[in-house]
């Protein structure tokens, strides 16, 4: 008997596990491929050290020279970079397992089914299994979703296949312009793919200001990534020769060929065959629904991660994890929802965190704004990073900061800077009083801030 048995053991399961044993309990970890989930085996890792490898290659060949370092003579072995990547991922699941060995979590290999009341049933090579336990986490996460239109196929992949092709593909289709279709776009265009991305949405990142997306959309023009909005593919037509993708931009009957073509178009929670009819939870929209606390309307079955509403996002889903395991302890736990960073990891990063300035108009939020670029500070003109820029929000009466946006060098880091001032009610006139090193890409963030109350001084304040 255990007090809880977690099903799936990504970032959401694998972490609610270790943080539940701290606590004294009894837990298994039932997965039916590696520890570590989508985001570790074929997800978020992979595709940030191919975003690390082909940054390094693209610099070598286009911007070292300007530095006084000669790099002509350098060229591409994919297939050692695809054996880097695969040899970082081994490294972190050989550590999520010590992980787990050392914190007296039982790794259950199998498939599980919650089948009754406390009881799940693990199907593996050999007969099911049945296990019993006081408190069941359904931590199964998603799978990406192909276009009704559209199926998967060798040369019409999904993030996984993105991954790991074989040759750079000479003319490349991304059909999404979020994260994952920008992220993968600049890995392979870096690596010398002609690389178009169809979006179906009208807006380029429709959660950032439109001054920072413009900003974002241009940079990455000169990049050589060709980004068409208001598409609507309407279908592929593969041959020996390539695939021809047939789409509607502004009702404007167009085509274009391609060697690849990657499905970015979202995830779908993975929710198959996970629950007896009898024991079943509500379901909405794809999702299990769950209440704050992540608690079903189940006795006994908690959900967290890409199964239940907000991002699907790594850490969104270890931060429930480790929530409904103190809470599943007796600890009085809680997250909050209003405060998750989202992350792009392309070059210059793109992250942003709370509210944007079209939802504070929308929500009649009274507020004063503050900017500054990069180009104005010191440390990125001489890393030579000097594309982005900040954005800042504070309310105009009690001078919170509402929300922070940031397209730059070390995008992910200030954000979480800005973030660590707004979880702890630190107001923009306090973070103003901080002292920032000098030179570091941080006092971009530490003058957009100030310029909010007219107090920046490497920049002209708007009065």
Same mark, same amino acid.
């Given at each position: 008997m255990y007090d809880l048995l977690i099903l799936g053991s990504g970032p959401a399961g694998y972490v609610a596990a270790i $943080?539940?044993?701290?606590?004294?309990?009894?837990?298994?970890?039932?997965?039916?491929?590696?520890?570590?989930?989508?985001?570790?085996?074929?997800?978020?890792?992979?595709?940030?050290?191919?975003? *690390?490898?082909?940054?390094?290659?693209?610099?070598? $060949?286009?911007?070292?020279?300007?530095?006084?370092?000669?790099?002509? *003579?350098?060229?591409?072995?994919?297939?050692? /970079? /695809?054996?880097?990547?695969?040899?970082?991922?081994? $490294?972190?699941?050989?550590?999520?397992?010590?992980?787990?060995?050392?914190?007296?979590?039982?790794?259950?290999?199998g498939i599980g089914k919650v089948v009754a009341e406390g009881e799940v049933e693990v199907s593996s090579d050999n007969k099911p299994l049945s296990y019993r336990a006081n408190n069941i986490i359904i931590a199964t996460g998603s799978y990406p979703v192909e276009l009704p239109n559209i199926k998967f196929s060798e040369d019409v992949v999904d993030s996984e296949g993105a991954l790991s092709f074989q040759k750079v593909p000479n003319n490349l289709v991304i059909v999404g312009a979020g994260a994952i279709g920008l992220e993968l776009g600049s890995v392979w265009s870096r690596l010398g793919s002609n690389v178009t991305i169809l979006e179906a949405q009208k807006e380029f990142l429709p959660p950032l200001d439109r001054r920072v997306s413009r900003l974002i959309q241009r940079e990455f023009k000169l990049q050589g990534l060709s980004i068409f909005l208001d598409c609507q593919v309407q279908a592929l037509n593969e041959s020996t020769k390539g695939i021809e993708i047939n789409y509607k931009e502004k009702e404007q009957e167009n085509s274009i060929e391609a060697d690849k073509v990657i499905l970015a178009v979202g995830r779908k929670a993975n929710l198959n065959n996970l629950f007896s009819e009898e024991l079943k939870p509500s379901i909405k929209n794809g999702l299990i629904e769950v209440n704050d606390f992540c608690q079903t309307d189940v006795k006994g079955i908690w959900a967290i991660g890409d199964v239940v509403r907000g991002p699907k996002l790594a850490h969104k889903a270890s931060e429930e994890g480790i929530m409904v395991a103190e809470r599943i302890a007796g600890l009085d736990a809680g997250l909050n929802y209003g405060n998750i960073p989202n992350v792009i990891y392309t070059h210059p990063e793109i992250a942003w965190v709370g509210m944007s300035e079209d939802e504070l108009k929308k929500s009649e939020i009274s507020y004063k704004a503050g900017s500054f670029p990069f180009s104005a500070n010191g440390r990125a003109l001489t890393a030579g990073e000097t594309s982005g820029i900040v954005k800042m929000y504070a309310d105009a009466s009690t001078d919170k900061i509402l929300g922070v946006q940031v397209f730059g060098p070390s995008a992910s880091e200030l954000v979480q800077q800005a973030l660590i001032a707004m979880d702890n009610g630190i107001t923009s006139k306090k973070l103003g009083e901080t002292v920032f090193s000098h030179p570091t890409v941080s006092e971009a963030l530490h003058e957009a801030n100030l310029s909010i109350n007219a107090r920046a001084i490497h920049i002209q304040n708007k009065l």
């Open positions: $943080r539940a044993s701290q606590l004294g309990l009894k837990v298994g970890c039932i997965e039916k491929g590696a520890p570590g989930g989508t985001c570790l085996n074929i997800g978020c890792i992979p595709s940030k050290t191919l975003l *690390d490898s082909s940054q390094k290659y693209h610099e070598l $060949r286009t911007k070292y020279a300007n530095l006084g370092i000669d790099s002509k *003579d350098i060229s591409l072995d994919l297939a050692k /970079m /695809m054996t880097n990547k695969q040899d970082t991922v081994l $490294r972190l699941v050989d550590g999520v397992k010590s992980l787990l060995k050392s914190n007296k979590v039982e790794f259950i290999k």
